[in-house]
């Protein structure tokens, strides 16, 4: 019992580590929660800090996943787990996921969880995870927008599960099924407000934003022309304009 509960408090714990946060905090000095589409997700930190984070972001949040259901599982303290060895990893893997979506190191206000599932899904239903990041690929590419893409392979991936996860007899586990709907479902509600704006045809793609700028930007140039008055005021060489001598009126 005692690995069970340190496993999926392991779990918890990797997959609340604020990825995306920091990634703004030391490239930008920002909250990425506040700028873009307001989320910390590697999709956000594309749009306003560029390519390079958004990768760095995307590999450690699945990393997290995978960590907690390849990794942190092995774990052997006091009396064995309470559950099947894959019933362990689906636990430890759904505490990552809501560990990145609801994190205790960032007030509970993460991202969508859907680099963390992937990491996730590596270790557990490999194939199926293949098949939904194919429909991903596809609509992201036709698209351009994330969360069309995020959602459609969320209804992939119980469809793969049951296609190419089944028992030689047909027969599907019980466990992977429940788990591939959880998931689908859970993609879809850490997605509502981005469905709503879809639905009100104002979703963001990729090479958008609030602001119609996809980067943070740099530091407003000085302009040339306000330093130079500036300068010379300072320094007392802009003289004002010579005052005309006032002539009193000639009676």
Partial sequence: MITFI???LLSYLIGSIPTSIIAGKLTAGIDIREHGSNNAGATNVYRVLGLGPAIIVAIMDI?????AALLIIRIQIGDPAPVSMVMLQLMAGGAAIVGHIWPIFAKFKGGKGVATTIGVLIGIIPVALAAAL???????FSSRIMSVASLGAAVMLPIA?????SNPDGAVSQELMVFALVLCVLIFFTHRANIGRLL??????????????DKIPPPPAQNAAIPKITNKVSSGTLSSPPETPVQEDQK
Avoid: F, H, M, Q
């Avoid at 990393?63 to 960590?67: D, E, F, H, I, N």
């Avoid at 194919?134 to 992201?140: A, E, F, H, S």
């Avoid at 599960?161 to 996860?165: A, V």
């Fill in 200 to 213: 009100r045809g104002e979703e963001l793609s990729l090479g958008r934003s609030k602001a119609g700028s």
């Fill in 161 to 165: 599960t049951w296609i190419w996860e």
């Fill in 63 to 67: 990393l997290k996943g995978a960590v």
């Fill in 6 to 8: 340190l496993v999926l």
């Fill in 134 to 140: 194919t429909v991903w690929l596809i609509l992201l």
